[in-house]
């Protein structure tokens, strides 16, 4: 009879991620984009050892999925050249507006995107998008109390933004279409999934608030800070 394998059940407590940063022992850019940095590491290992990998740095992100009372939230269909398809996404933009607030970038796209503003924020759902391959976190909000809004002064719609069309779908129709996977933006998939989980369970109301600190963000600066130091020894 074989031994049964023996794996302990996680205490309620015990259940989150941690902040952790192995200690770097060589860090080089191996190529340097618009937005981001692809980068090798040498890191060492608990066991004394050491790994190699390679990664891109990334600014992070904020969504947001705006539900009006007519039971619609408001999506973007935009075209992604690295994988070949147009998505049906919801407004969202980079943190790479040098301390920007998080919810005032998440504001701002809104009214790039969508044209609209929000009364009542939220926060659905914090992700890493890619995390073997990517430093990326967003944080999806959720935004009700929604108006028309103007777009902000200075933005102009370029590149893939400027085919980039604006639509509602209905709450219902994008859980099934998320299920059935006609629907593959992340930002979408955790947005709306969250929603519905929220909606039909403790209710809105136990959503976090749209101020609520995001540690990840915390680590993000921390490991920059070092990469940094690394770079430019001395």
Known sequence: MEAELM?????????????????????????????????????RTPDGGSMTRQYTLHP??????????????????????????????PPAGLLDQ?????????????AEEAGLAAA???????????????????RIYLARGLSPA????????????AAMEVAWAARADLVAAVLAGRLQNPVMVAGVLA????????G????????ADWPARRAWEAQNRELKDAANPG
């Open 204 to 211: 809105l109301d136990v959503l976090r608030p749209a101020e």
């Open 7 to 43: 794996i302990r059940l996680l205490a309620p407590d015990e259940i989150g991620d941690r902040s952790q940063l192995w200690p770097l022992i060589e860090h080089a850019v191996l190529a340097s984009g618009n937005v981001c940095d692809f980068v090798v590491d040498t890191v």
């Open 60 to 89: 992070g992100a904020v969504g947001v999925i705006a539900w009006d009372e007519a039971d619609r939230i408001a999506v973007v269909l935009q075209y992604r050249h690295p994988v070949a398809h147009q998505l049906v996404e």
């Open 150 to 161: 103007p777009v902000p002064a200075g933005f102009v719609a370029e590149s893939e933004e």
């Open 98 to 110: 040098g301390g920007e607030d998080y919810l005032a970038a998440a504001q701002r796209e809104l």
């Open 195 to 202: 929603l519905e989980v929220a909606r039909l369970g403790d």
């Open 120 to 138: 009542d924020w939220r926060v659905l759902v914090d992700m890493f998008t890619t995390p073997g391959a990517n430093q990326e976190s967003v």
